[in-house]
């Protein structure tokens, strides 16, 4: 427990809330997680537009908290590569903060046909977007 713990949720819980599986790091349980994710996107991809989907380009974007550590960043990347997002030749994965998505995503709507895309913007910053291909 620390100081921002909910008491509340070891008591409905008990001591074993949240805890990792033998054998397994927060960054290996990321990567289960996020492989499961991948393989039921290309699933439905798959299922929605055909066997195609496996030569397409996918360009993915992954969200982090602003306050997150370069450490924290830079093993949730890990995790996701190693899960398969940005594998294949074509695909690129991308970081941006949740800060920074949110207000792409605000700005988006508001724009006209000759307006700058905020998202080719801000994609090259090495300081807060990381782009891997």
Sequence with gaps: MTQFDDPRLREMYGDGFLKLPHGKTAQDVTEDYLRGL????????EQELGSAVRTMPMEVWMTYPAIWSVKATEATKAAAKAAGFGSRPSDT???TTEPEAAALV????HLGLEAIDPVQVCCPSP???FVYK
């Design 106 to 109: 605000a700005m988006k709507p």
């Design 127 to 129: 300081v807060n977007t």
């Design 93 to 95: 994965f991308n970081m």
């Design 38 to 45: 991948y393989n039921f996107t290309v699933q439905k991809l």
